[in-house]
């Protein structure tokens, strides 16, 4: 007769280690990104190839609920305006990639910024990373809150 308690640790192992780890896993993106301020903190440029000026560099993004957006840049100017996030197959090998677009305007100085994300990727539950694909230059958006 085999014994059971062989079989019970691995299952309880799993168990405990799930228990552990966030639950947003399982959540839609778009619910991820809602509540709270996220700091773009970092953009970084990978690969070689043409420039593209980026209207985001910085400041914080209020991701609230039906689409709505308050954005403030670093000099403390507020934007209003909205976002999406879509998920979607791309490319030839069909791969799910969600994507982010931002539309955001300053009603005092008339200013409109608006950027469109290629994919957005979490890297936990209170990080992720946004990119935009220019040619053979890909633009990394990071973002915490």
Request: proline share 3%; aromatic share 20%.
């Amino acid at each position: 007769m085999k014994k059971h308690y062989t079989y019970i640790l691995p299952v309880l192992l799993l168990y405990f280690s799930l228990a552990g780890c966030s639950k947003d896993f399982w959540k839609p993106y778009a619910e991820r990104v809602e509540g709270g301020t996220w700091h773009l903190y970092d953009v970084r440029s990978q690969g070689f190839g043409s420039r593209y000026t980026a209207p985001f560099t910085g400041g914080r993004f209020q991701f609230l609920p039906a689409g709505r957006l308050i954005y403030t840049d670093d000099a403390g100017n507020t934007y209003e305006g909205s976002w999406k996030i879509r998920k979607q197959r791309n490319g030839a090998d069909e791969q799910e990639v969600h994507t982010l677009s931002i539309t955001v305007i300053n009603f005092q100085t008339q200013d409109l910024l608006s950027e469109f994300f290629d994919d957005m990727r979490f890297t936990g539950t209170n990080k992720f990373g946004a990119f935009v694909y220019y040619g053979s230059r890909t633009y990394v958006f990071l973002f915490e809150r």
